[in-house]
Structures are given as C-alpha cells and as structure tokens.
C-alpha cells in the first residue's frame, strides 16, 4: 500500500519562511523529502536549508504591493510548479482598536489575507493542469475568538477561514483542495510576548484539554496529511491544532 502521507518528490512553497511555523514547516516538507521554495523577506532559520540541491530561497516582502503573475513565474523557475502551499506569512502587531492606524490595518490586511490569495492565484492553473495542488493557509484561534489587542490580526484571521472555504468551493473539483491550519499557542516570533510572561502562558497551556501550549512537532503530522493524498476527500476545512483550546 502506498504511503498515503508522502510527499516525497512534490514541490512546496513556503512563504513566511524564515522563522516560526513558516520555518518548520519548510523544515518538514524538506525532512520528508519534497522541493521547497521559502519565501520571506529574510533568510533566517531557512538558511539551515539554503545549500541543498532541494531547497530554494527566494527574498520578497509580500506586505507589499506585488507583480502577483510575475512572482508565480519566479517560484516556479527554480523546480517547477509547486503541488503545495503553504501560506504561513503573517503579521500580529498587537494594538488597541484605539490605536490601530491605517497603515497597521493595511499591512496586516496585505500580509496574512491579500498574500495568501494572490500567491495562490498565480499558482493554481499549473496545479489544475495537474490535477493535484494543496493550498494550506494559517488560520487562528481569532478566526473565531476575539482577542485583546487583536481586532486587526482577528479580522484578517477570520478572512482567512471564509478565504479557505471560497478557494475550496472555487478550485478543489479540478484537484487543488483547499484547507487552513489554526494552532494554538506555539512558542513563535508572534508569541513571543505570550510567552515571555510565565503567567499568560501557564494560564493558556490550563485552558486546553491536553493541559499543555503546542510544540513545534505537533503541527508536523497535520501538516503531512494537508499536504499530502491522506487529505484527498478534504477540503474547506479548518484543522485546529491546539490542544483542545477551543473545545473547553
């Protein structure tokens, strides 16, 4: 029987590659044997990657504005067409309602909901010519719970989670299917002021059923089977990785 979680031989795109999930998932597609192409303004933590002769980094800042077509080309010169994406750039700047400007709304807007659909866009018809493509976009726990200081970030987390539905409804009968994951509280970049108060995240890790916040390991195997034929009768869905967070 095949292994129905392999990717070996795909090609993934990464965007947000450069630290956090972004980074590890890059590492995991790349562990298990696909062609990765990371995305980010910075090399960061994709450097560990950057000599193999299966990995690709390409420096871009999708906050802002884009030639979307002429980018798709570009991620697509260094091992063809991607079959996986996997859309984990983002932005959280943390602010008031009071106090977010034009300008915070606009690039959170750009990064975490404009980006992902654009580069999705520009690579969907070479997936459809394929009959196979896996879009993987991150989704929250403000997709559907609001937190403070983060009516910005929650709105384009929310966008995301319709965005996710739309691409499946669109796409997912000519084989690109379309799902988002939504982590809990994982030790990240964006987390960092969470979890750099022993209180906050002591609190967090006791509000989920396993009695733990997330480790970067848990969100391989959700991961793999997005990624992967496993996930072939799923799409439009969002797969909480978090513990139980949400179920309490």
Not at 122 to 147: C, D, H, T, W, Y
Not at 223 to 246: I, K
Request: proline fraction near 3%.
């Amino acid at each position: 029987m095949p292994d129905l979680f392999s990717v070996e031989g795909k090609v993934a795109l990464v965007t947000g590659a450069s630290s956090g999930l972004g980074a590890h998932c890059a590492r995991v597609l790349h562990a298990a044997g696909a062609q990765v192409v990371g995305l980010s303004r910075s090399l960061g933590e994709f450097q560990v990657m950057a000599d193999d002769d299966r990995a690709a980094f390409l420096s871009r800042d999708l906050s802002e504005a884009q030639d979307w077509t002429q980018l798709g080309e570009q991620i697509q010169s260094y091992f063809g067409s991607p079959d996986i994406i996997v859309n984990a750039a983002g932005v959280n700047l943390r602010k008031h309602a009071d106090d977010t400007s034009a300008d915070d709304w606009a690039t959170t807007m750009a990064l975490n909901l404009t980006a992902p659909f654009f580069v999705s866009q520009a690579l969907v018809p070479a997936m459809k010519k394929k009959g196979f493509g896996r879009i993987i976009n991150f989704a929250s726990l403000q997709s559907e719970r609001a937190f403070k200081n983060g009516l910005a970030y929650g709105a384009t987390k929310g966008g995301v989670a319709q965005m996710t539905r739309a691409m499946a409804e669109a796409w997912s009968a000519e084989g690109v299917n379309a799902n988002a994951l939504a982590p809990g509280f994982f030790p990240t970049q964006l987390t960092a002021p969470v979890f750099g108060d022993t209180e906050a995240s002591t609190k967090l890790a006791e509000q989920t059923c396993i009695g733990r916040n997330g480790q970067m390991s848990d969100i391989d195997g959700p991961l793999l089977f997005l990624s992967s034929a496993a996930s072939t009768y799923v799409t439009g869905q969002l797969l909480y990785v978090d513990g139980g967070f949400t179920a309490k």
